[in-house]
């Protein structure tokens, strides 16, 4: 009678971690397109992403690089002092969106061109999101806004 218990006990131990390992695996391939890595321009320029990854970039919009095409398409580059990245963009950009500002930019890496899906502006003079922060000051370029 103990034995069985025991060994009941290890079945239904055995039968959890296999339940825990395959919940896991299985939560992790639902969110695996949901994960966007966020990159510099310098990061992209050092080693550009393979054409089929999706993933944020971000940094300030350079001067002089807005250009409005055909319809919807818009051009620009982002730099973060040291690297910039063309970015092609189809839609609508936030009212905020304007040069020598802070954006992060959803998209693909191809030929060359940033594709963005999305794109975000700071929403305030003094906003800018974490990540861009950190690729600016990395290469010296952004100063503390004054309070």
């Known amino acids: ?19 825990l ?7 992790g391939y639902a969110m695996r397109d949901g994960i966007n890595f966020f990159r510099s321009p310098s990061e992209v320029a050092e080693a550009p992403p393979a054409p089929n990854e999706v993933f944020r970039i971000g940094g300030l919009v350079e001067a002089g690089t807005l250009k409005r095409g055909v319809g919807e398409t818009v051009f ?5 002092g040291g690297a910039s990245i063309p970015v092609a963009f189809t839609g609508v950009l936030p009212d905020l969106f ?12 191809v030929d060359g061109v940033f594709e963005a899906d999305e794109i975000l502006a700071k929403h305030d003079e003094t906003y800018m999101p974490k990540e861009v922060v950190d690729a600016l000051k ?5 100063v503390e806004p004054e309070s």
């Not at 009678?1 to 339940?19: C, G």
């Open 1 to 19: 009678m103990k034995n069985l218990k025991k060994k009941r006990r290890v079945q239904v131990i055995l039968l959890a971690f296999v339940a």
């Open 21 to 27: 390992g395959l919940s896991t695996a299985l939560i």
């Open 76 to 80: 620009f580059s982002v730099t973060d």
């Open 98 to 109: 304007e040069e020598n500002q802070g954006m992060v930019g959803t998209g693909r890496y």
């Open 138 to 142: 990395e290469q010296g370029v952004y």
